[in-house]
């Protein structure tokens, strides 16, 4: 049995809540602590969980996820160290913040305090998240062993450094919105050629959970799975080459390039705001 606190109960705290309901964790293993009296209500209701306060919360909980905005990340982390600070019961402090490094974490807990920062996507709420995790300077294996096992019921794990964390962020974290970008875009496009939109939704919906579901399936590589596709002087290859030559490539490069390059300055701005308190 682990005992979870959930700080924060927005989009991927409820995210995460849901994958862990759906893999079977006992909802009294569960609590959420937010800031919005019926959002807390709403999401206790919805998943059998406890709504309480920070203090309460952090007690002889055994992993603390912190879900807060990244902003609102050094805060939240200072009031989870004060709730801990006593405690003879071993919480291991969990970010899934973009942009907040370990470190940062560690200088607002007690000397010592094991922390693993994830980086989930909100494909926890169907089981099919995928996660990178690190650990702190304080955290020992078993530590990250066992956010490993927490965030395996809700999907994929692999395990990087601190180092990768921007770019995890700009592939697997935000990576979701660019597939939904997709979607909505095949749909629309298959509404300009005439179809129902519901119809263009089906197709689209159900080509991306096949082409996820091929890849997923590790035979072949995407390169080999579009060649598959792509019938010589056929329709496929036709459409390929305008997204080609649309720029699609370079368009993934640049728009990654620039969440990585986002994380890392959000990164900068709380160094910037400890530097102004210290
Ligand atoms: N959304 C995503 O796909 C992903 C998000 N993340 C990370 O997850 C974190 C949360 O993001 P997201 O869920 O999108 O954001 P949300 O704004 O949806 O959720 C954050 C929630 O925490 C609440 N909150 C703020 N301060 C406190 C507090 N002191 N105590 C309890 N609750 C509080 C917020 O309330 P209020 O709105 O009133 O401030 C809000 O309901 C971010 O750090 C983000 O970088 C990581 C990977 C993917
Ligand atoms: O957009 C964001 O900043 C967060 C982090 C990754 C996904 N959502």
């Given at each position: 049995?682990?005992?979870?606190?959930?700080?924060?109960?927005?989009?991927?705290?409820?995210?995460?809540?849901?994958?862990?309901?759906?893999?079977?964790?006992?909802?009294?293993?569960?609590?959420?602590?937010?800031?919005?009296?019926?959002?807390?209500?709403?999401?206790?209701?919805?998943?059998?969980?406890?709504?309480?306060?920070?203090?309460?919360?952090?007690?002889?909980?055994?992993?603390?996820?912190?879900?807060?905005?990244?902003?609102?990340?050094p805060?939240v982390t200072?009031?989870?160290?004060?709730?801990?600070?006593?405690s003879?019961?071993?919480?291991?402090?969990?970010?899934?913040?973009?942009?907040?490094?370990?470190?940062?974490?560690?200088?607002?807990?007690?000397?010592?305090?094991?922390?693993?920062?994830?980086?989930?996507?909100?494909?926890?709420?169907?089981?099919?998240?995928?996660?990178?995790?690190?650990?702190?300077?304080?955290?020992?294996?078993?530590h990250?062993?066992?956010?490993?096992?927490?965030?395996e019921?809700?999907?994929?794990?692999?395990?990087?450094?601190?180092?990768?964390?921007?770019?995890?962020?700009?592939?697997?974290?935000?990576?979701?919105?660019?597939?939904?970008?997709?979607?909505?875009?095949?749909?629309?496009?298959?509404?300009?050629?005439?179809?129902p939109?519901?119809?263009?939704?089906?197709?689209?919906?159900?080509?991306?959970l096949?082409?996820?579901?091929?890849?997923?399936?590790?035979?072949?590589?995407?390169?080999?799975?579009?060649?598959?596709?792509?019938?010589?002087?056929?329709?496929?290859?036709?459409?390929i080459?305008?997204?080609?030559?649309?720029?699609?490539?370079?368009?993934?490069?640049?728009?990654?390039?620039?969440?990585?390059?986002?994380?890392?300055?959000m990164?900068?701005?709380?160094?910037?705001?400890?530097?102004?308190?210290?």
């Amino acid at each position: 049995m682990t005992r979870i606190a959930v700080v924060g109960g927005g989009r991927i705290g409820e995210a995460l809540i849901a994958g862990l309901r759906e893999a079977g964790t006992p909802g009294s293993d569960i609590v959420v602590i937010e800031a919005v009296q019926a959002r807390a209500d709403e999401l206790a209701k919805k998943y059998s969980i406890l709504p309480t306060t920070l203090d309460i919360g952090c007690e002889g909980a055994d992993v603390i996820a912190i879900a807060v905005k990244p902003q609102d990340v050094p805060a939240v982390t200072e009031r989870v160290g004060d709730a801990i600070s006593d405690s003879v019961h071993e919480s291991i402090v969990v970010s899934l913040a973009a942009g907040v490094s370990t470190e940062s974490l560690e200088t607002r807990l007690s000397a010592g305090s094991p922390v693993v920062r994830v980086m989930p996507n909100t494909a926890m709420l169907v089981g099919q998240g995928v996660s990178a995790i690190c650990k702190g300077r304080f955290a020992r294996d078993e530590h990250l062993e066992q956010v490993r096992s927490i965030m395996e019921s809700v999907g994929a794990v692999v395990v990087v450094t601190e180092a990768q964390m921007d770019a995890v962020t700009a592939v697997s974290g935000s990576g979701p919105a660019y597939f939904f970008l997709l979607a909505e875009a095949l749909i629309d496009a298959g509404v300009e050629q005439g179809l129902p939109r519901d119809v263009a939704t089906t197709l689209a919906t159900g080509t991306a959970l096949g082409a996820g579901a091929m890849l997923a399936g590790g035979g072949e590589g995407p390169g080999q799975l579009r060649y598959n596709v792509s019938s010589p002087g056929g329709t496929t290859a036709a459409a390929i080459r305008r997204l080609e030559s649309g720029g699609l490539r370079a368009a993934v490069a640049d728009a990654v390039e620039a969440a990585a390059s986002r994380s890392r300055e959000m990164a900068r701005a709380v160094i910037e705001d400890d530097d102004e308190i210290d």
